[in-house]
């Protein structure tokens, strides 16, 4: 069982993920071993076992920062409560996960390697997906003036997160930032389209 972490224990315990994310970016997360995560952060295996049990046990903790990391990110995007009923509110959400996947791209492609291989794996990343649909079903609920949400509206928010979760893996990360703005207002004018259910300028 890992000991709680201190201030201390806490730099250390990041160093080692960012440390395991390096190595994961370099030769995938199937293909990494607690060894090369220790030998990247400098560290010892004593060290790497006082945070963590195990190279799925460090993994748990990048899903759970990748997941408040886009917590907070769609909060900021949004700026509050709102209705998805402009193109701007698509922008918004299409540009929060766009940025957060970016930012975090070593950590999705872990996850996802993982829950190929992995049944606590593929569930962790059906329930980040579920938030996320959840939180569309209740946006398109809202575009379409729906008193609630119904089976198609669902599929609709569970195509919206699909086709957002695989545009981020194959087009992040863009070249450019002129590249990344272009893949955000592609992917927002599609939605938009589909969403809105109207022809409008963005």
Do not use: N
């Not at 606590?120 to 990343?125: C, L, R």
Request: hydrophobic residues 45%.
């Amino acid at each position: 069982m890992p000991t709680p972490v201190t201030s201390k224990g806490e730099r250390s315990a990041a160093e080692l993920k960012a440390a395991a994310l390096r190595v994961i970016a370099r030769q995938g997360y199937l293909s990494t071993k607690i060894a090369d995560i220790t030998a990247e952060a400098g560290k010892s295996a004593g060290v790497f076992y006082r945070y963590f049990t195990d190279k799925d046990d460090l993994l748990r903790s990048v899903v759970d920062d990748f997941a408040a990391a886009l917590r907070e990110r769609v909060t900021e995007q949004a700026g509050g409560p709102h209705a998805l009923d402009e193109v701007e509110d698509i922008r918004g959400h299409v540009r929060a996960y766009w940025d957060t996947y970016r930012a975090h791209r070593a950590d999705m492609t872990a996850v996802y390697e993982a829950s190929l291989v992995s049944a606590e794996f593929a569930a962790h990343w059906e329930d980040m997906r579920a938030r996320h649909v959840d939180i569309w079903t209740a946006h398109v609920t809202e575009a379409r003036d729906l008193a609630a949400p119904d089976r198609d509206t669902r599929l609709t928010a569970l195509a919206v997160v699909a086709m957002i979760e695989r545009f981020c893996q194959l087009a992040a990360p863009a070249e450019s930032e002129e590249e990344g703005d272009a893949a955000v207002e592609a992917l927002t004018r599609l939605l938009a389209h589909g969403l809105l259910q109207q022809e409008r300028s963005v």
